[in-house]
């Protein structure tokens, strides 16, 4: 694994507490605001933030003809609407740590599904990372139902969200694009924000547009920092970093998801959520890490 430059270690620094404390952020933002009109704002307000930016830099941002389109609709459907209506919807159900935890046990069900459904070969290291995730999930789960107002559903809600963008993960491997990289993620977030606004409309009580100021400062958060900073660090770091690499900094995010929480929203991890967290990090690295 080779070393960062200084450059690189900022910015995946940066982008570990952008994605990190983004889960308690989004917490502040879901007292006020129904979790599916939070992700149609949020996602199409960052959907522009990047189209100005990429345009800036000079990057087409027009899909060419039907394959083009087609990749955004097939590929954005997992990649991009899964994931984040199905995390959502788990957020405003669960602690902001533990569905972090449960999210990006991601990692794992990408290489199961690869060994499922596409011929990868079945290691040992990959049952050994199966059966830590199930067993952060079990902790979690136990946990829930342990609880008068537990909410196991949202641990369904989190594993259906990891899964989705597993699978979207697989097909954008095997895509071959002939646009670039950042016109397909603008234009998957805007058809997904699209698609949210009458799920919204349809499944949420009507929206009162009169927020709190905390709750204003999470909108940009989620607008300029999660959607629009990130995405463009992670755009620069995942040319240059190698692939196990880019896929390691991402088991950091739930451990600053769970240490933020307290200090943004007032929610404590139980020593479940810990132990879980430790389940998913041996679990990502048992499927990511490779022997020297």
């Not at 941002?61 to 990749?71: D, Q």
């Not at 993960?169 to 998957?188: F, G, K, Q």
Request: glycine content about 8%; aromatic content about 12%.
């Amino acid at each position: 694994m080779s070393l960062l430059s200084r450059r690189q270690t900022v910015g995946l620094v940066l982008l570990v507490l952008a994605w990190g404390i983004n889960w308690p952020v989004m917490k502040v933002t879901l007292r006020e605001m129904g979790p599916l009109y939070f992700r149609a704002l949020t996602m199409f307000g960052g959907a522009l933030v990047l189209a100005l930016y990429f345009r800036s830099r000079g990057l087409r941002l027009l899909p060419r003809g039907w394959s083009e389109w087609r990749a955004v609709v097939v590929l954005g459907l997992p990649n991009i609407l899964g994931w984040h209506a199905l995390s959502i919807i788990g957020v405003a159900q669960l602690p902001a740590g533990r569905a972090a935890t449960l999210g990006f046990t991601m990692p794992v069900w990408t290489v199961l599904l690869s060994v499922l459904f596409y011929r990868e070969k079945l290691t040992g290291r990959l049952l050994v990372g199966v059966l830590a995730v199930l067993a952060g999930i079990t902790l979690l789960l136990w946990n829930e139902l342990a609880q008068i107002a537990g909410r196991p559903a949202g641990i369904a809600w989190m594993q259906g969200a990891a899964f989705s963008w597993a699978l979207g993960t697989i097909w954008m491997r095997r895509a071959h694009l002939s646009m670039p990289a950042e016109t397909l993620v603008v234009w998957m977030m805007v058809l997904a924000s699209m698609a949210l606004w009458p799920l919204a409309l349809w499944l949420e009580p009507p929206q009162q547009w009169h927020f709190s100021a905390p709750v204003w400062a999470s909108l940009v958060w989620s607008v300029f920092i999660n959607y629009g900073l990130a995405q463009v660090i992670w755009f620069a770091l995942v040319r240059v970093l190698p692939p196990t690499t880019s896929a390691m900094s991402v088991m950091a995010v739930p451990m600053v998801g769970i240490l933020s929480a307290p200090f943004v929203i007032g929610e404590w991890p139980h020593w479940q959520d810990l132990a879980a967290m430790v389940c998913v990090v041996v679990a990502i690295g048992a499927v990511l890490l490779r022997r020297d």
